[in-house]
């Protein structure tokens, strides 16, 4: 009996519980960084038609939003203002909307890390004064060394809370990208499909479908249908896996967390492989050009020229020649591993 009582206590405290772990990902070293891909989790459902009524119902609410009509739109308005074959339109869609909408938040997410890292030092100094007045007065009233700890550490919490405050550089606005270009893929994604299928709610539908079909180049000259070579979706996970491993060789020290993030973004990275194996070719160019686009903007914000023009302060961690630094380390890991 006790027993049932306690369960509602700990599905409410579990997420706290993740959440301090987790957080803030400031913490150490380097910080966050999460890496810039955009892996679609959530775009698994993709190959479920709409089915069975949970699923299916969910995608149809997905599907009909006002976030997928506008991706349409967008699609359909770059296509009549250039005219363009399909496989060059989707290229340009997704490489306007990655420039204008991605690239600046991923500065921005860099802008936040930098100055969440430059904070460390005055974070240590502060901890360790803290950790000394504290077990003074701890030791004044008698404290026992649980409540010690209590009172030292919603101190730091503050303390900490207010530095992020007052250089406006919450870690939480560092993610604010994955936000954004998580949904963006989704929606561009749902309409893809529905161009392919030729069930979209838009203006000649058929028309569109059969536009696709004669709109690819190379060995997919059909982008309805599935890349049977598997090119397009071993190539995706090719680069995917890229930017894994370009994250995860940064010089700063992980914790537990983000290998543990740099490990499931692999695993979904591989199994994005299939998936794109299963979708209609748009789709698969389209998720292929966006990672594309996502290794370059990674790559892009190493570079110390961009980095000062985008106004990124300089950190310790950053390097003047990372290009060099990156080619080394992959260099090390590939080719000198026995
Ligand atoms: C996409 O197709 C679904 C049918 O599966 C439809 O309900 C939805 O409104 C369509 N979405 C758009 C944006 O056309």
Known sequence: MLCGARQPLRSRLLPTLLRSKGWPPGRGEGSLGTPNVLLPVAACSYGVPAGPAGIGGWYETLASSAPAHWAEALLLGTQDATGLPWWANIIVTTTA?????????????????????????????????????????????????????????????????????????????????????????????????????????????????????TGGVLWFPDLTVLDSTWILPISLGVLNLLIVEIFASQKFEKSRFQKYVTHLIRGVSVLMIPIAATVPSSIALYWLCSSFLGLSQNLLLRSPGFRQFCRIPRTRSQSDTPYKDLFAVFYAKFFLRK
């Open 97 to 213: 909307l990655r420039s204008a909408v991605t690239l600046p938040l991923a500065a921005y997410q860099n802008y936040v890390l930098a100055k969440v890292e430059n904070l460390q030092p005055e974070i240590k100094t502060i901890a360790k004064n803290l950790n000394y007045d504290v077990a003074l007065q701890a030791k004044q009233l008698g404290w026992s060394k649980r409540l010690t700890r209590l009172v030292y550490l919603n101190n730091m919490r503050r303390i900490v809370s207010e530095l992020y405050i007052r250089d406006n550089c919450h870690p939480f606005k560092a993610t604010l990208v994955v936000w954004i270009q998580i949904p963006m893929w989704i929606f561009m994604s749902v309409a893809l499909r529905n161009f392919s299928l030729g069930i979209t709610d838009s203006e000649g539908a058929i028309s569109i479908q059969e536009q696709l079909s």
